[in-house]
């Protein structure tokens, strides 16, 4: 599941992370009780309802409580109350929360998810979490008017289609069970439900209204259609988990310790989520004016971190973990903004979008393999390589991305050189072109059909220096729809705001950017035509994609749901708005003279990262 659009390999920083300070000991802060992590930029929009980027969302996991949690391995804990033990590279590891969750088929089809909430939980302010909180918390991005990130509004809860249609007072589905627990009825089965179900609970006093709350009443803590009170505490989050957050100012967000944290009080006092470039965050590892970050692993980095330590990746300066991304690098481009006459779905609409794709899908190698090395490669297919549903080069009908021309005839052979590869990737270009309406003059497009253009713009993050995995790719394909007579504009963005909303808004053509993902392929929100992301990225409406992903919703047979997605995949493909670029790995550096590494959490994955168990987190004391 894409649940949000996750910035990973956008390099868009503004602000630098070194101060000047060479003394490793006070970490550039001034306190030893104070963690600094090195981020890239936000939006300001702190609110698990309205966030835009994962680095929202990560200083979100400190600041609220998740009903439900994940282990190592990204499965769903069911069990959270008494806590399960579940094994993960030959050790026990316990897995607890602040409730469990009962799963029960029924003959009717119907599936009820029972959940039971943890007692003596309190918010940071030291209110009681209820089940009334996260009734509130479920109704929000089930409102009519909800816009946001979420797609829980997809469930096929009982119910909701009537609520959010103005025909029922209440969704039926969400059934208030006892002063501590909740039923949530589905009217089919659902594999995405239990990972949709692992949402924010937040208190009702502070983004809702409590006097506007009343079960029985069919009132539910804000006027049904009317989420102004929750969208006015955006910048500042209020929750009950680990840390509480104090503000954002200056480019750096400041948390403090949630002395009322179920788990207990964290041992660090205060956290600084401080904005940088990128290429600032191994060398402020080094000056001591960072003590964790997650620099972009490419080969420069490694070999900054290996200097740094006498020749080793983890050593007496930094020390890292590396994990596989769980999201991906890829070029977007939006069909309604690159389209032909308006139709976005239209043959000659798809053909432009693939003259441009076959074109910067061919520089891809060269590009990633100057910037990452082994550490990234090349994808075929817009789905993240860590999940079981990406297809495999082993599968029948596997072929990389934008390789067959306008009569579906492979392009390349695999004796070619690569700049024979170049050139075959252009003559396809050339006659997509002509396929989508364009006239051609002495091999070059000389003129545009109606409602189409010879210039269009790509944005990508690279800090206003070419600091980004597909600049290089993006310039060349530039360079060579040039000589097709069309003008692909390279326009690299300093500040992350300015790309995230000219994506959000509507307004790009054509971004690079990186999905992160979650444990389930689903693939609603950013294919289905009412998904959240699609009507604002790539504006894809096709019926079959539809029918599609709400199949493999259905069912939990995976071999099943992966012949559906594979399906999916293809007609994605077909509309041309994604390019899929890289897969590439995580490091997490960490400054082993400021962290107790003996206190940070073991085994780190894809799925269980630096910040899970970090109330039990210590700095060193010298």
């Known amino acids: 599941m894409k649940k949000f659009i996750c910035w990973l390999g956008v390099f868009v920083l503004a602000i630098g992370l070194l101060s000047g300070c060479k003394n490793s000991s006070s970490s550039g802060n001034g306190s030893r009780d104070t963690l600094v992590i090195g981020t890239k930029n936000f939006d300001g929009k702190f609110s698990p309802f309205f966030y835009t980027n994962a680095y929202?969302?990560?200083?979100?996991?400190?600041?609220?409580?998740?009903?439900?949690?994940?282990?190592?391995?990204?499965?769903?804990?069911?069990?959270?109350?008494?806590?399960?033990?579940?094994?993960?590279?030959?050790?026990?590891?316990?897995?607890?929360?602040?409730?469990?969750?009962?799963i029960t088929e029924n003959p009717d089809g119907r599936v009820f998810y029972d959940i039971t909430l943890r007692e003596g939980i309190v918010f940071s302010d030291g209110l009681p979490v209820t089940i009334d909180d996260v009734?509130?918390?479920?109704?929000?991005?089930?409102?009519?008017?909800?816009?946001?990130?979420?797609?829980?509004?997809?469930?096929?809860?009982?119910?909701?289609?009537?609520y959010r249609n103005g025909n029922a007072p209440n969704i039926s589905g969400i059934q208030k069970t006892g002063d501590n627990s909740l039923r949530i009825v589905l009217t089919e089965v659902s594999a995405t439900a239990i990972y949709s179900l692992a949402t924010a609970v937040?208190?009702?006093?502070?983004?809702?209204?409590?006097?506007?709350?009343?079960?029985?009443?069919?009132?539910?803590?804000?006027?049904?259609?009317?989420?102004?009170?929750?969208?006015?505490?955006?910048?500042?989050p209020v929750g009950g988990g680990p840390y509480q957050?104090?503000?954002?100012?200056?480019?750096?967000?400041?948390?403090?310790?949630?002395?009322?944290?179920?788990?207990?009080?964290?041992?660090?006092?205060?956290?600084?989520?401080?904005?940088?470039?990128?290429?600032?965050?191994?060398?402020?590892?080094?000056?001591?004016?960072?003590?964790?970050?997650?620099?972009?692993?490419?080969?420069?980095?490694?070999?900054?971190?290996?200097?740094a330590n006498g020749g080793a990746l983890s050593g007496d300066v930094i020390t890292t973990?590396?994990?596989?991304?769980?999201?991906?690098?890829?070029?977007?481009?939006?069909?309604?903004?690159?389209?032909?006459?308006?139709?976005?779905?239209?043959?000659?609409?798809?053909?432009?979008?693939?003259?441009?794709?076959?074109?910067?899908?061919?520089?891809?190698d060269v590009a990633v393999n100057s910037y990452y090395g082994e550490y990234a490669n090349i994808i075929h297919y817009p789905i993240s390589d860590t999940s079981w549903a990406a297809p495999r080069v082993t599968d029948e009908g596997y072929r990389t991305a934008f390789s067959v021309s306008v009569t579906d005839a492979p392009i390349y052979t695999a004796d070619m050189t690569p700049q024979e590869r170049y050139d075959a990737a252009k003559n396809?270009?050339?006659?997509?072109?002509?396929?989508?309406?364009?006239?051609?003059?002495?091999?070059?497009?000389?003129?545009?059909?109606?409602?189409?253009?010879?210039?269009?713009?790509?944005?990508?993050?690279?800090?206003?220096?070419?600091?980004?995995?597909?600049?290089?790719?993006?310039s060349m394909a530039s360079k060579a729809l040039q000589e097709l007579g069309l003008r692909l504009i390279v326009t690299d963005l300093s500040n992350f705001s300015q790309l995230s909303n000219a994506v959000n808004g509507g307004t790009a053509e054509l971004f690079?950017?990186?999905?992160?993902?979650?444990?389930?392929?689903?693939?609603?929100?950013?294919?289905?035509?009412?998904?959240?992301?699609?009507?604002?990225?790539?504006?894809?409406?096709?019926?079959?994609?539809?029918?599609?992903?709400?199949?493999?919703?259905?069912?939990?047979?995976?071999?099943?749901?992966?012949?559906?997605?594979?399906e999916c995949l293809e007609i994605i493909a077909?509309?041309?708005?994604?390019?899929?670029?890289?897969?590439?790995?995580?490091?997490?550096?960490?400054?082993?003279?400021?962290?107790?590494?003996?206190?940070?959490?073991?085994?780190?994955?894809?799925?269980?990262?630096?910040?899970?168990d970090i109330e039990r987190l210590e700095l060193n004391n010298d």
């Open 428 to 474: 396809a270009a050339l006659e997509y072109l002509k396929a989508a309406g364009y006239t051609i003059t002495g091999g070059k497009a000389t003129a545009a059909p109606k409602g189409g253009k010879l210039e269009y713009e790509v944005l990508v993050g690279a800090g206003g220096t070419g600091d980004h995995p597909t600049f290089m790719a993006l």
């Open 135 to 162: 009734i509130f918390s479920l109704y929000v991005p089930l409102d009519p008017s909800y816009d946001g990130i979420m797609t829980l509004y997809s469930l096929p809860i009982e119910g909701l289609d009537a």
């Open 56 to 102: 929202e969302n990560e200083v979100l996991s400190l600041v609220h409580l998740s009903l439900l949690g994940t282990d190592r391995e990204g499965a769903v804990v069911l069990r959270g109350i008494e806590g399960e033990v579940r094994p993960y590279n030959g050790t026990d590891y316990t897995y607890t929360g602040i409730a469990d969750c009962v």
């Open 245 to 307: 957050f104090v503000s954002y100012t200056a480019g750096t967000v400041t948390l403090q310790a949630n002395p009322r944290y179920w788990k207990g009080e964290p041992k660090i006092q205060t956290i600084l989520f401080r904005e940088g470039q990128d290429a600032d965050k191994v060398s402020g590892l080094i000056a001591g004016t960072i003590d964790i970050t997650d620099p972009s692993y490419s080969t420069e980095t490694a070999k900054a971190i290996q200097q």
């Open 512 to 566: 690079a950017m990186a999905w992160g993902a979650s444990a389930d392929p689903d693939m609603y929100q950013v294919y289905h035509s009412q998904g959240s992301s699609n009507e604002k990225a790539y504006f894809i409406k096709d019926d079959r994609l539809d029918e599609l992903i709400l199949l493999a919703r259905q069912s939990t047979d995976q071999t099943y749901r992966k012949t559906l997605y594979r």
């Open 574 to 612: 077909d509309w041309a708005v994604e390019i899929p670029i890289y897969q590439r790995q995580n490091v997490i550096a960490i400054s082993p003279r400021r962290v107790n590494l003996n206190t940070l959490t073991p085994d780190i994955t894809t799925f269980w990262g630096w910040q899970n």
């Open 202 to 236: 937040v208190p009702m006093h502070y983004y809702g209204d409590e006097g506007a709350y009343d079960y029985e009443q069919n009132r539910f803590g804000f006027p049904k259609g009317d989420l102004s009170r929750v969208r006015s505490v955006t910048t500042k």
């Open 321 to 364: 973990r590396m994990v596989a991304n769980l999201g991906y690098g890829y070029v977007g481009i939006n069909a309604k903004n690159v389209c032909i006459g308006g139709k976005p779905g239209s043959d000659a609409s798809k053909n432009l979008r693939k003259a441009l794709a076959t074109v910067i899908a061919v520089y891809r």
